[in-house]
């Protein structure tokens, strides 16, 4: 795998991650009420396009770009749902067992 394929795959295991790591919104924007599931998906679907803008430029940059169709997508909205599981256990899932004891 070229760099470029080594740097995608790093950014998008970090950034499925991060709305899970803070409270805020994108990182900055503090909220009175804490974040809802809607920001959740919000912010997934900006990570989305975060990637797919960077991984379009520096295929442009290699080379020819391909077309894709609607199963390329699908494949890689589940594998950033996927990555974005580390940080939905630790934000969610671990807290409860952790203090019930």
Same mark, same amino acid.
């Given at each position: 795998?070229?760099?470029? +394929? =080594?740097?995608?795959? !790093?950014?998008?295991?970090?950034?499925?991650?991060?709305?899970?790591? !803070? +409270?805020?919104?994108? &990182?900055?924007i503090t909220?009175?009420?804490?974040? !809802?599931? =809607?920001?959740? $998906?919000? #912010?997934?679907?900006?990570?989305?396009? $975060?990637?797919?803008?960077?991984?379009?430029?520096?295929?442009?940059? #290699? &080379?020819?770009?391909?077309?894709? &169709? =609607?199963?390329?997508?699908?494949?890689t909205v589940?594998?950033?749902?996927?990555?974005?599981?580390?940080?939905?256990v630790f934000?969610?899932?671990?807290?409860? !067992?952790?203090?019930?004891?």
């Open positions: 795998m070229s760099v470029s +394929g =080594w740097f995608i795959l !790093t950014l998008a295991v970090s950034l499925a991650n991060f709305p899970f790591a !803070t +409270g805020r919104l994108f &990182g900055v909220l009175r009420h804490g974040k !809802t599931s =809607w920001a959740y $998906i919000v #912010e997934f679907v900006m990570t989305y396009m $975060i990637l797919a803008s960077v991984a379009y430029a520096l295929e442009a940059r #290699e &080379g020819r770009v391909f077309d894709q &169709g =609607w199963q390329f997508y699908v494949i589940s594998l950033l749902m996927v990555f974005s599981f580390p940080g939905f934000r969610f899932l671990l807290p409860r !067992t952790l203090f019930s004891r």
